[in-house]
T-cell receptor
Framework: AQSVTQLGSHVSVSEGALVLLRCNYSSSVPPYLFWYVQYPNQGLQLLLKYTSAATLVKGINGFEAEFKKSETSFHLTKPSAHMSDAAEYFCAVSGGSNDYKLSFGAGTTVTVRA | SAVISQKPSRDICQRGTSLTIQCQVDSQVTMMFWYRQQPGQSLTLIATANQGSEATYESGFVIDKFPISRPNLTFSTLTVSNMSPEDSSIYLC????????????FGPGTRLTVT
């Protein structure tokens, strides 16, 4: 079984500051890991994914994440926050190429201060 | 990536009634899923909608409460039956297909309020 834990339900950053969202996973098989973003009253949009290729993954809107097996982590970062980054972010895991069901973390709400 | 639409986008229903939510994908996909997002919560998988056969439900979800149909490779419905206020949630469908079955794309969701 796979699961993820997101540390911090709410993160507040200043515009232009680093955004760091933490995600740790638990998996009995090599995992596939994802970050999704949900803007108010919208569905989920895929930001980026790790599927056992490069450990540093670049996504849309300037976000990137690094897969660290030794730390069982997949933290999401963006060097410089923009007001439009205010949203809820979900980390998710699946069991790899033979298990497509997603298990989501609890989510982290990001607010950006001007 | 697939483009997914859902109908209705929102609804207010009385307890004891049923609502059917439609999910349409703009291309044929292998996998379709239904999720529930309760207020202020994360997403929980309800079931995998299988084309031409019965859906596969996750623990805690049953067919009598959430019947699902998938008549073809681009369309699925989820019915929320005999609703109670506890069913007030956002219901989202997702789809995956092609060579990247692990990559799910989500619809905009259906916001359901049960009074």
């Amino acid at each position: 079984a796979q699961s993820v834990t997101q540390l911090g339900s709410h993160v507040s950053v200043s515009e232009g500051a680093l955004v760091l969202l933490r995600c740790n996973y638990s998996s009995s098989v090599p995992p596939y890991l994802f970050w999704y973003v949900q803007y108010p009253n919208q569905g989920l949009q895929l930001l980026l994914k790790y599927t056992s290729a490069a450990t540093l993954v670049k996504g849309i809107n300037g976000f990137e994440a690094e897969f660290k097996k030794s730390e069982t982590s997949f933290h999401l970062t963006k060097p410089s926050a923009h007001m439009s980054d205010a949203a809820e972010y979900f980390c998710a895991v699946s069991g790899g190429s033979n298990d497509y069901k997603l298990s989501f973390g609890a989510g982290t709400t990001v607010t950006v201060r001007a | 990536s697939a483009v997914i639409s859902q109908k209705p986008s929102r609804d207010i229903c009385q307890r004891g009634t049923s609502l059917t939510i439609q999910c349409q994908v703009d291309s044929q996909v292998t996998m379709m899923f239904w999720y529930r997002q309760q207020p202020g919560q994360s997403l929980t998988l309800i079931a995998t909608a299988n084309q031409g056969s019965e859906a596969t439900y996750e623990s805690g979800f049953v067919i009598d409460k959430f019947p699902i149909s998938r008549p073809n490779l681009t369309f699925s419905t989820l019915t929320v039956s005999n609703m109670s206020p506890e069913d007030s949630s956002i219901y989202l469908c997702s789809a995956a297909g092609g060579k990247r079955l692990y990559e799910q794309y989500f619809g905009p969701g259906t916001r359901l309020t049960v009074t």
